[in-house]
């Protein structure tokens, strides 16, 4: 099974307005880290967000937003205000276990363009 | 600060020939991570270093791959011999260490095998 699932291939979405990114995750582990990130077509891995499994608040980055819901597994990217720049391939990728070199398992990316 | 860094950007071989990329990470960062990255796909592990150790490699094709981090500083990733398969994104991260939970990417070296 997929650890990582992230259903829509490309998505659009108009400049000021927000967009949501899906993410669904499956891990047995009760201990696991969910993250983002965004990749423009220069190639480097930007890190945006990361929810903690037992974090009990949604994580917020500025006009990032996490809608963690972990009951149906889901962590969600939300961008508010999207912008031009906002144009890129965003990656949501878990890391299970404890300690921070466990290695992330990324799911297959959403391409967002954002249109003015 | 400088960020992770990553050479070539670009890299055209022809089948059967070898190739080299190198990682310097972030100052400070124990942990170093290989990537490959398939287009349209997310990144997937290659190897993982704990200074100058190999901690996690099983996903490393060991025919043709090498990789080493001597003196637990920048690493280099080997190719010997090149397959069309192995078109890809070669990505480097870094990360602090136990605590720290991000991982920080370089741009990566984009691979093209004729």
């Known amino acids: 099974a997929q650890k990582i699932t992230q259903t829509q291939p490309g998505m659009f979405v108009q400049e000021k307005e927000a967009v949501t990114l899906d993410c669904t995750y499956d891990t047995s582990d009760p201990s696991y880290g969910l993250f983002w990130y965004k990749q423009p077509s220069s190639g480097e891995m930007i890190f945006l967000i990361y929810?903690?499994?037992?974090?009990?608040q949604n994580a917020t980055e500025g006009r990032y937003s996490l809608n963690f819901q972990k009951a149906r597994k889901s962590a969600n990217l939300v961008i508010s205000a999207s912008q031009l720049g906002d144009s890129a391939m965003y990656f949501c990728?878990?890391?299970?276990?404890?300690?921070?070199?466990?290695?992330?398992?990324f799911g297959s990316g959403t391409q967002l363009t954002v249109l003015p | 600060e400088a960020g992770v860094v990553q050479s070539p950007r670009y890299k055209i071989i022809e089948k059967k020939q070898p190739v080299a990329f190198w990682c310097n990470p972030i100052?400070?960062?124990?942990?170093l991570y290989w990537y490959l990255q398939n287009l349209g796909q997310g990144p997937e592990l290659l190897i993982r270093?704990?200074?100058?150790?190999?901690?996690?490699d099983s996903q490393l094709p060991k025919d043709r791959f090498s990789a080493e981090r001597l003196k637990g500083v920048d690493s280099t990733l080997k190719i010997q011999p090149a397959e069309l398969g192995d078109s890809a994104v070669y990505l480097c991260?870094?990360?602090f260490g136990p605590g720290n939970y991000e991982q920080y990417f370089g741009p990566g070296t984009r691979l093209t095998v004729t």
């Open positions: 270093y704990e200074n100058e150790e190999a901690v996690d």
């Open positions: 929810q903690g499994s037992y974090d009990q």
């Open positions: 991260a870094s990360s």
């Open positions: 990728a878990m890391r299970e276990g404890q300690g921070s070199a466990r290695q992330l398992t």
């Open positions: 100052s400070g960062h124990n942990t």
